[in-house]
C-alpha cells in the first residue's frame, strides 16, 4: 500500500472580482460518476466585500476529485443571508487539472455564471470572476509507509498494584491468578501486546507498574521490576510471555498499596522517548499501556504530563479494569475537546485513547485490541508530519524486521485517507 494522495491547498488567497455589495462565500462540489455531488469545502463569508480574498484551505485530493484530474468540480458562489436564505451569485465549473496550470507568477481564472441572468440579459458576460492565486501539493505519507520504512514501534506496559485491586490470594481480586483463564489484566496485556509486538523487531517490551511496595524495604516504587526486582535504574525488557510470567512472578513478593499515580509513569516515557529526538529519521515511536483499576489521584500532574507528552514520540493507552466509574478517565482522552494542562495549555496532539475493559468482556481479543490501537497510526502520522520527517526508504520485505506479511493489520489499521 502506497500512503496518503497528496493534499491541496486551493484558493491561497482566491478572489472574486465585480460582485455587488454582498457577504460572498465559496463552495466546492466533486460531482461522482453516478452525478451526484458532494461537498468538498465551504469558505468562510466575507462581509461587505466587493472583491473578497477567501483564507487558505487544505482538502485531500481524494476528497477534491477522487484522484481524477479531470474530474468536474462544480464550484458556486452565494451572498451569504443571516437567516439562511442565501442568494446565488454564480457559478462555474473547474478540473484539479486546470487548476494546476497556476504557476510562474500567472493565475487561474473562471468567469462566475448566473445561468438566469445570462438567458435574460443579452450583453451579460458574468457576474464575477474567481481567481486561484496559488496552490501548493504536499505529500501526506501514511502509516503503512512509516512501518515499511523500518519504524519500529516500541511498547511499554505499567500495571496498577495498588491496594484497590483486592489481595491477590483471594479469587474476588483484580490480580487473582486464576488457572484455568487469565485474569482481565492478562487479558488486556495478551490481547494488545501480541498485535505491538509485530512492529517492534526484537519483539520485547518493557514492563513497568505503580502503587506497589517492593522489597526488600518495602517502599512504594513506581517500577514493577520482575522475577529478581532489581533496583528502579535497571529497566529490563521480555516478550509477552516473558511479560505476562513475571507478572505472576511478582505479584506474591510485592506489597499491594497505593496511590493510583500515574504521571511519573508517563513522565519517564515520554523522558525516553524524547532521546530519539536526537534520531532525525522515523526509525522509533513509543507506545505505552497503562492497566489501572480506578481513576487516577494524580490527575492534574498526569494532565500536565501528557501536554509534555504529546511533543514526543509516543502514544498513550488506558485500560480500565474492573467495574468503577471511569467518567473521569474520560478528560484524559481528548475525543471530546482539547486536553489541557492545569495552566490551560492544550496538547500538540491527542494521543491519549482510553477504553474500559467491561465493554468487551464478552468481545474477542482481536475486538479488543482493534479498539485500544485505533488511534495509534493516525497519532504516528501526526508526529512525524509535525516534524516535517519522511519515512524512511522501504525494507525489503524478505529481511524487513518489521514485515507485515503476518500481522493481524485489521488491528491496528494503516492510516486511511483524511481530508
Known amino acids: 500500500m502506497g500512503g496518503l494522495p497528496p493534499s491541496f491547498f486551493p484558493g491561497c488567497p482566491c478572489g472574486a472580482d465585480l460582485f455587488s455589495k454582498s457577504d460572498p462565500f465559496l463552495e466546492i462540489y466533486r460531482i461522482n460518476d453516478?452525478?451526484?455531488e458532494q461537498l468538498v469545502h465551504r469558505t468562510e463569508v466575507i462581509k461587505n466585500n466587493l472583491n473578497p480574498v477567501w483564507e487558505p484551505f487544505k482538502v485531500s485530493l481524494i476528497s477534491l476529485c477522487s484522484c481524477d484530474e479531470d474530474r468536474k468540480l462544480k464550484c458556486l458562489v452565494w451572498d451569504s443571508d443571516s437567516r439562511g436564505k442565501h442568494d446565488f451569485i454564480g457559478e462555474f465549473y473547474a478540473t484539479f487539472r486546470e487548476m494546476q496550470k497556476i504557476g510562474g507568477g500567472s493565475k487561474v481564472t473562471w468567469d462566475c455564471i448566473n445561468p438566469k441572468y445570462k438567458l435574460k440579459k443579452k450583453n451579460y458576460k458574468n457576474s464575477g470572476v474567481v481567481i486561484l492565486s496559488d496552490l501548493k501539493l504536499h505529500r501526506v505519507y501514511s502509516f503503512l509507509d512509516y512501518i515499511m520504512g523500518g519504524c519500529q514501534i516500541h511498547f511499554t506496559v505499567a500495571i496498577d498494584f495498588t491496594a484497590s485491586n483486592g489481595d491477590p490470594r483471594n479469587s474476588c481480586s483484580l490480580h487473582y491468578i486464576n488457572p484455568y483463564q487469565p485474569n482481565e489484566y492478562l487479558k488486556a496485556l495478551i490481547a494488545v501486546g501480541e498485535i505491538c509486538q509485530d512492529y517492534d523487531s526484537d519483539k520485547r517490551f518493557s514492563a513497568l507498574g505503580f502503587g506497589a511496595r517492593i522489597p526488600p524495604n518495602y517502599e512504594v516504587s513506581i517500577i514493577l521490576c520482575p522475577m529478581t526486582l532489581p533496583s528502579i535504574s535497571t529497566q529490563r525488557t521480555m516478550n509477552v510471555k516473558g511479560v505476562v510470567e513475571a507478572y505472576q512472578n511478582c505479584l506474591p513478593k510485592i506489597q499491594l498499596y497505593g496511590p493510583t499515580n500515574v504521571s511519573p509513569?508517563?513522565?519517564?516515557?515520554?523522558?525516553?522517548?524524547?532521546?530519539?529526538?536526537?534520531?532525525?529519521?522515523?526509525?522509533?515511536?513509543?507506545?505505552?499501556?497503562?492497566?489501572?483499576?480506578?481513576?487516577?489521584?494524580?490527575?492534574?500532574?498526569?494532565?500536565?504530563?501528557?501536554?509534555?507528552?504529546?511533543y514526543q514520540p509516543l502514544s498513550i493507552i488506558i485500560v480500565g479494569v474492573g467495574n468503577a466509574d471511569f467518567t473521569?478517565?474520560?478528560?484524559?482522552?481528548?475525543?471530546?475537546?482539547?486536553?489541557?494542562?492545569?495552566?490551560?495549555?492544550?496538547?500538540?496532539?491527542?494521543?491519549?485513547?482510553?477504553?474500559?475493559?467491561?465493554?468487551?468482556?464478552?468481545?474477542?481479543?482481536?475486538?479488543?485490541?482493534?479498539?485500544?490501537?485505533?488511534?495509534?497510526?493516525?497519532?504516528?502520522?501526526?508526529y512525524y508530519s509535525h516534524k516535517a520527517i519522511c519515512p524512511m526508504p522501504p525494507v525489503?520485505?524478505?529481511?524487513?524486521?518489521?514485515?507485515l506479511a503476518n500481522t493481524p493489520t485489521e488491528s491496528l489499521p494503516a492510516v486511511g485517507t483524511t481530508a
Do not use: W
Open 34 to 36: 453516478d452525478g451526484t
Open 265 to 310: 509513569i508517563i513522565s519517564r516515557i515520554a523522558k525516553l522517548s524524547a532521546g530519539e529526538e536526537t534520531i532525525k529519521d522515523a526509525s522509533r515511536y513509543h507506545i505505552l499501556l497503562i492497566l489501572t483499576d480506578g481513576v487516577v489521584t494524580d490527575m492534574a500532574d498526569t494532565r500536565e504530563a501528557i501536554v509534555r507528552a504529546s
Open 328 to 382: 473521569d478517565m474520560q478528560i484524559l482522552d481528548g475525543d471530546d475537546g482539547v486536553l489541557r494542562s492545569p495552566k490551560g495549555e492544550p496538547v500538540l496532539r491527542d494521543i491519549v485513547q482510553f477504553v474500559p475493559f467491561r465493554d468487551f468482556k464478552t468481545a474477542s481479543p482481536a475486538a479488543l485490541a482493534k479498539c485500544v490501537l485505533a488511534e495509534v497510526p493516525n497519532q504516528v502520522v501526526e
Open 396 to 403: 525489503p520485505s524478505c529481511d524487513s524486521p518489521t514485515s
